[in-house]
């Protein structure tokens, strides 16, 4: 059995983790404690949703919320089977803050 590819399941997975930062942040305006209670909701929905999904993959999922009056940094990592593994960084935004969602999916 051919081991699962993750650049044949990338958009997929990339609409569904658009989706689930669309459902939980469309209108919010992070208040003072609320980040880190979206931030754990978001990870937890991603998670399941793509496991429920994506059978044959490990995911490692990394959720940050930012307000917009600070800077980012991105760095990324090598995989073990780079013909089957992969890795995805999403964004979503509004006037008060930015949100990414950096994946990495590794077959199993």
Do not use: C, H, R, W
Request: net charge negative; proline share 2%; glycine share 10%.
């Amino acid at each position: 059995m051919q081991d699962p590819k993750f650049s044949e399941i990338k958009e997929e997975v990339q609409s569904t983790i658009e989706e689930i930062l669309k459902s939980n942040l469309d209108g919010k305006d992070l208040e003072s404690g609320e980040g880190q209670k979206l931030t754990n909701q978001i990870n937890d929905e991603v998670m399941k949703e793509l496991q429920e999904k994506f059978k044959g993959f490990k995911f490692i999922i990394n959720v940050n919320i930012f307000k917009n009056d600070g800077g980012i940094n991105f760095s990324g990592i090598a995989s073990y089977n780079p013909n089957n593994d992969g890795s995805l960084t999403v964004k979503y935004g509004n006037e008060n803050f930015n949100a990414f969602v950096g994946l990495f999916a590794f077959s199993q």
